[in-house]
């Protein structure tokens, strides 16, 4: 069988990492895949490195006639059974382009509209909570399966921690680590208030943020008004997560709204207990108490008491963070998300 996954995006966030690890695994077991994206970027170039066939359609909206002709024909010339869309928008133009070819969507997100995935023959949903999003508008529920995304666990542990915060000068202090873009909704403005409550009883915490968006110089100022500039690290986007991951005590990500949140599952690898908020997949990674905890959306009380609770409480930090790694080596495999999304593609090709 060849799969085209179809992506309009370019960079490496969460859904184009899932992209990749999706068609790694797909490859391994024997199905033939192909990637096509308007252009390189950072997910273009990480599809090269690991040899996976790329093709490249025309950009522009789903309504620019050049750009569903280019796609058509894309489509056709890859000699694909079956496209794998990506994203509503990815979604609705595999719609407009063809009708021949069954098409499969992935929604990563709260699904608002249901106009882009009618003609899927199946759409497959990150969480359950994205599920319930589009069975709410109606779509139809034999038509819909969660398979919850996931992550090579073996590239990530704790072997080099030491070696990392020495580098990091972060030896003597409480690292709370979010790796997420700079929006309203990965919450980071929640875990800055979070952090101006906790130096009262934690003054060694430190926040480090990895990621970049619209909203740094926002985030940047509210930490300066609150007094704690000194106790958030920007570091932009990096390419050594899993050391800086490695390097932490704990993850934090007090998300306001969530698809998926695969980051979630790149910390439990290393062996992190988790801070997350009770919204999209994080509930079904996280149960509170035994490998992390949830904390309501937008709370910074709550969060502040969560994070002083993993701070003070060593033993039971660890014993969150063995079953965190345990929990992500068993139910997040990557060959048990490729042999999920192999019976959904099977359902659409009947």
């Not at 859904?15 to 308007?38: F, N, S």
């Not at 794998?84 to 992935?106: D, E, Q, Y």
Request: charged share 20%; proline share 4%.
């Amino acid at each position: 069988m060849k799969i085209l996954h179809l992506v309009a995006s370019t960079g490496i966030g969460g859904a184009e990492r899932h992209v990749v690890d999706l068609c790694r695994t797909q490859r391994e077991a024997g199905l033939r895949v192909c990637v096509a994206l308007p252009k390189q970027g950072m997910l273009g170039a990480e599809l090269e490195r690991l040899g996976i066939e790329q093709v490249r359609v025309m950009p522009g909206g789903r309504w620019n006639p050049l750009a569903l002709l280019s796609l058509h024909q894309v489509i056709r010339d890859v000699g694909a059974d079956l496209v794998h869309a990506h994203m509503p928008k990815s979604a609705f133009m595999v719609g407009l382009a063809t009708s021949r070819v069954p098409c499969v969507a992935t929604a990563h997100n709260m699904v608002k509209r249901l106009a882009p995935f009618r003609h899927c023959r199946q759409v497959i949903c990150v969480s359950d909570m994205v599920r319930q999003s589009m069975q709410r508008l109606g779509y139809p529920v034999n038509r819909l399966h969660v398979v919850h995304n996931a992550i090579d666990t073996s590239r990530f542990g704790t072997n080099n921690r030491d070696a990392v915060r020495q580098r990091m000068g972060w030896h003597a202090r409480f690292v709370m680590l979010c790796v997420a873009r700079l929006v309203p909704a990965k919450g980071q403005q929640d875990a800055i208030a979070a952090l101006a409550q906790l130096l009262v009883r934690l003054p060694a915490a430190l926040l480090v943020l990895v990621g970049d968006g619209p909203d740094r110089n926002k985030l940047v100022a509210l930490a300066n008004n609150l007094g704690v500039g000194d106790n958030v690290l920007f570091l932009g986007d990096r390419h050594d997560v899993p050391d800086l991951l490695a390097g932490s005590d704990i993850y934090l990500q007090p998300s306001i709204k969530e698809g998926f949140g695969i980051a979630f599952l790149e910390a439990m690898s290393t062996g992190l207990a988790c801070v997350g908020t009770a919204t999209g997949a994080i509930p079904e990674m996280i149960e509170s108490g035994v490998n992390g905890l949830i904390v309501p959306v937008s709370d910074a009380n709550a969060l502040e008491h969560a994070i002083f609770n993993l701070a003070s409480q060593p033993v039971a930090r660890e014993g969150m963070a063995t079953a965190a790694r345990m929990t992500a080596q068993t139910r997040f495999s990557l060959v048990r998300q490729a042999q999920d999304t192999l019976e959904v593609y099977l359902r659409a090709v009947k």
